[in-house]
């Protein structure tokens, strides 16, 4: 029992989520602000694309914080590409995790609710393959794997 008196829910086997559903506050887009490095992000989306100019091009990292909506966030990045960091492509899950991390520890109410999807399959209906799936197999669902990387720290009380 939870202190509100009710039964504690237990959450299904697979989460499935997308930028519609009651999970929609899992996507990195969500309107969640955070800081890093003393500089104030509008979504995490905002940190991710802008690390891959960090360290090197904080000139470029600025144009893609200061993106008033989170819809121009990777057109700029994109637009950028040519100035992409060369270890992105080794680093960038990392990245993810960290800022998803970053994202959870900054927002005590997601948190909350983030620890008690345990033990559910996280799933990011996407057409992207890359980042999302469908639970059956199609699709990487690299946004699903990093946020269950997340919560196992979180709920280790470890960090990254």
Not at 53 to 79: G, K, N
Not at 80 to 87: C, G, N, Q, S, Y
């Amino acid at each position: 029992m939870r202190g509100g008196g009710g039964p504690v829910q237990t959450p299904p086997l697979v989460i499935k989520f997308n930028r519609y559903g009651e999970f929609s506050w899992l996507l990195y887009y969500s309107p969640h602000s955070m800081l890093y490095e003393d500089k104030l992000y509008l979504t995490a989306l905002h940190l991710f694309e802008a690390r891959k100019f960090l360290p090197y091009r904080p000139d470029l990292a600025a144009r893609v914080r200061r993106c008033e909506h989170v819809e121009q966030v990777t057109s700029i990045s994109a637009e950028l590409a040519d100035f992409v960091r060369r270890d992105w492509n080794d680093i960038m899950l990392s990245a993810m995790d960290e800022v998803l991390y970053l994202k959870f520890c900054q927002h005590d109410d997601l948190r909350t609710l983030f620890l008690d999807t345990y033990p559910a399959e996280l799933v990011y209906e996407s057409r992207n393959p890359f980042w999302g799936g469908d639970g059956a197999g199609a699709g990487r669902n690299e946004l699903g794997k990093s946020l269950t990387r997340v919560r196992e720290w979180l709920r280790s009380g470890g960090d990254m």
